[in-house]
């Protein structure tokens, strides 16, 4: 019988986002993670989240800045989904999207880390 090759797998294609809070209030991870998880279901839906692949990386209490990951395809409707959260637990949030790259270590390397 003949041999099959199975053909090489790319990998999926991820940007990174490091975004600032600008909020009077401490916010933790755990509230972030559920602002942007509703929001990403309330805009797009089941389907939309899954196609996003959305995934809160790193997060700076202190500094109020993360780093987001989600699929390069749904770069925009993630930045969409950031900009539409304007609260969190009833106290006025504004998420500013400062740099996006395509890895975690060039994505620190332009933020000066």
Partial sequence: PPIL???PVRSVRRRYLWAHIESETNQ??????KAIDYKIH???????ATEMNYRLIEF?????N???RCNHNRLNE?????????EINDAPVRIDVKLVS???KTLKKKAGF
């Fill in 78 to 86: 993630m930045r969409a989904v950031l900009a539409h959260i304007s």
């Fill in 42 to 48: 309330f805009l797009y839906g089941v389907k939309g």
């Fill in 66 to 68: 993360m780093i987001i």
């Fill in 28 to 33: 933790t991870e755990d509230t972030l993670h």
């Fill in 102 to 104: 395509g890895t975690i």
């Fill in 60 to 64: 700076y209490p202190k500094e109020k």
């Fill in 5 to 7: 090759y199975s053909m």
